[in-house]
């Protein structure tokens, strides 16, 4: 039987490494060495509980290692965290390294705007209302930025991390995940010129309101109008 880590157990990587990044990898090792593909890590409940941090941690964890292809998320019923098969580990694999390769910002962008429309309607189809509570109060934080680009942009990579996490397809998850974690990585060192806050306020906060209000002429739009490139 495996037992629960402790997180404040002093380790190396203690002082450089995200709680998140420790239950990942824990969780990594504990599949790499221990389970089968179709296993039941748990709820993500379960999960919190056992290494005793917050949801958000949780949810972070799971993101990293359905990223790379690991576990796959199932909600309702019997849903939970679940071990993946081989094949998607090795095809997600080669798509996240092909993101690093000689990948320009605007061809990323590009596949970015391409899976909108259908993170768009999962978004809108599976949303809780405290789901939209968070959307909200992270077009708060871009609100308080406006003024300051890279904070600003950094809570817009924040916003649209959650929306992708309301998708039910774990491979088009796992992509729209990486492309975002891509493009962050690759605007770190960018100069914003002509920058508008209040513009791009504005299409955030629609595009929260459309996917709150379902799918439909109003999330199309939104999506639409949210895709420069």
Request: hydrophobic share 40%; glycine share 8%.
């Amino acid at each position: 039987m495996i037992v629960s880590i402790d997180t404040e157990l002093p380790t190396p990587l203690a002082t450089r490494t995200s709680r998140s990044e420790l239950v990942a990898q824990q969780l990594e090792r504990e599949i790499a060495e221990h389970y089968e593909p179709g296993y039941r890590l748990g709820t993500k409940d379960d999960l919190r509980r056992r290494f005793g941090v917050a949801v958000a941690t949780v949810n972070e964890a799971v993101r990293m290692l359905e990223t790379h292809g690991l576990v796959q998320a199932r909600p309702g019923p019997g849903g939970g965290v679940f071990v993946s098969g081989p094949a998607t580990r090795i095809t997600l694999k080669h798509i996240v390294l092909g993101f690093k390769s000689g990948t320009s910002y605007k061809q990323g962008l590009e596949v970015r705007d391409a899976l909108e429309p259908a993170i768009g309607r999962h978004a809108s189809r599976h949303h809780t209302a405290a789901d939209i509570r968070e959307l909200e109060a992270l077009v708060g934080q871009m609100e308080a930025a406006v003024d300051d680009p890279r904070r600003f942009f950094a809570v817009n990579w924040a916003l649209h991390r959650r929306i992708g996490m309301l998708c039910q397809n774990p491979p088009l998850r796992a992509i729209y995940l990486s492309l975002i974690d891509f493009l962050e990585t690759a605007m770190s060192e960018a100069e914003f010129v002509d920058f508008d806050g209040d513009s791009l306020l504005e299409l955030h906060r629609n595009l929260v309101a459309a996917i709150d209000a379902g799918d439909g002429p109003q999330l199309d739009a939104a999506v639409a109008a949210h895709q420069p490139s």
